[in-house]
């Protein structure tokens, strides 16, 4: 069987949430089933490090799908000609999007509808394009994989879909991510905070991720001890301005530290030698950063809200990501109380068990073949 896969956000250097997904799952199934062919879709060059294997193809379909006229492009008329061309027995799109022209028995991936909660924090044209067109995938797509049960349940809510066509996924975390030794976190500190001990957040520097509170909590904390810095690893996403004006208004602005987008062995360096993980969104369909932290043996503090009480359960400590006091205090509670820092980390062993990178394939394979069944296309 010949099965193609949408993995246009696996590009080498600048992979976040998606494009992991998108690398991690992919190339997991295709070695998984190498009685099937795989067919890896890419909307630039292919890179050559990935889409290689015995029985998987990578193939440039153009144009560069990187903004809504151009996503159209791709997914209706590009992907389309594609699947017929190649011969393909069914489609697997791993970032949310879908052909409703074609006819080729689909499997999508939705990682959040985040754009339908927080809709002020998406340029007006790309919202249109979210409103219009993600409730028709969804519909048009046999079968849908979710990253969490929250999603699933964001789906049901917002487009009727009914949850027996939803498989819950979720995400996990490389095998890069592990505890450091005391060497190792004395590195760390001094290579990303001169030093110091450090909480840290991980991901990009967009509204959704609530960095302006964080950076005002961190303030309040900041004031109430000398001995704890911030470091903040990720890139400076759109509306980025309140942000900056908020780190500008700091106190204790000297005492954080903006790396912007680390390579991955750099970003488990710097997530394995942190005090604790720092993770107040305000939104978020899975939370990786929230699982690697659990694999660096290093306590979370994270939001209340949507996926991340369901990926933390007990192993993290929960705020209201609105409360600036009260992530204040949660940052004073891990900095000052070790004891709570070794139960987190304890329990965190625990719940990481949870989430691999390995479970989440398998359970894409599973639900691409549950699709198949139902399409009567066998198991052959």
Not at 238 to 256: C, F, L, N, T
Not at 288 to 314: G, R
Request: charged share 25%; net charge positive.
């Amino acid at each position: 069987m010949r099965i193609a896969v949408n993995t246009r956000f696996v590009i080498p250097g600048k992979l976040e949430g998606i494009g992991w997904f998108s690398r991690e799952a992919s190339w997991r199934m295709a070695r998984a089933h190498p009685e099937h062919r795989f067919l890896f879709l890419f909307d630039r060059t292919v890179p050559s490090a990935f889409a290689e294997g015995e029985n998987v193809q990578g193939i440039q379909v153009p144009p560069p799908a990187r903004h809504p006229w151009l996503w159209r492009a791709w997914f209706e008329y590009s992907i389309p000609r594609a699947l017929k061309r190649h011969r393909a027995d069914a489609f697997v799109s791993l970032d949310g999007y879908c052909s409703v022209r074609s006819r080729v028995p689909t499997y999508m991936v939705v990682h959040d509808l985040a754009f339908e909660h927080f809709a002020d924090h998406v340029p007006p044209r790309v919202l249109r394009y979210y409103r219009h067109w993600s409730p028709r995938y969804a519909q048009r797509a046999e079968r849908l994989g979710a990253v969490s049960a929250a999603t699933r349940d964001d789906i049901v809510a917002r487009y009727g879909i009914p949850p027996e066509r939803i498989d819950v996924l979720g995400n996990g975390a490389h095998d890069r991510y592990k505890p450091l030794d005391a060497a190792g976190r004395s590195a760390a500190r001094e290579r990303f905070a001169r030093g110091r001990s450090y909480a840290i957040y991980v991901g990009s520097l967009h509204p959704r991720k609530n960095l302006e509170r964080l950076f005002r909590a961190f303030d309040r904390a900041a004031g109430q001890t000398p001995e704890l810095d911030l470091v903040v690893a990720g890139r400076m996403a759109w509306q980025s301005g309140p942000i900056q004006a908020a780190y500008e208004g700091m106190k204790h602005r000297d005492r954080v530290h903006l790396t912007g987008h680390l390579e991955p062995e750099a970003l488990a360096e710097a997530l394995g030698g942190a005090e604790a993980l720092v993770y107040p969104s305000l939104f978020e369909g899975f939370g990786i950063p929230i699982v690697e932290a659990f694999a660096c043996d290093v306590p979370v503090l994270t939001s209340t809200v949507s996926s991340m009480p369901e990926v933390a359960e007990d192993a993290a400590l929960l705020v209201d990501p609105t409360d600036e006091a009260a992530l204040a205090e949660g940052i004073l509670r891990l900095h000052r109380e070790p004891a709570l820092r070794e139960a987190l980390v304890a329990k965190g062993r625990v719940r990481r068990q949870a989430y691999s990178w390995e479970k989440t394939a398998e359970r894409l394979w599973d639900g691409v073949q549950r699709m198949l069944d139902e399409q009567g296309l066998g198991r052959g």
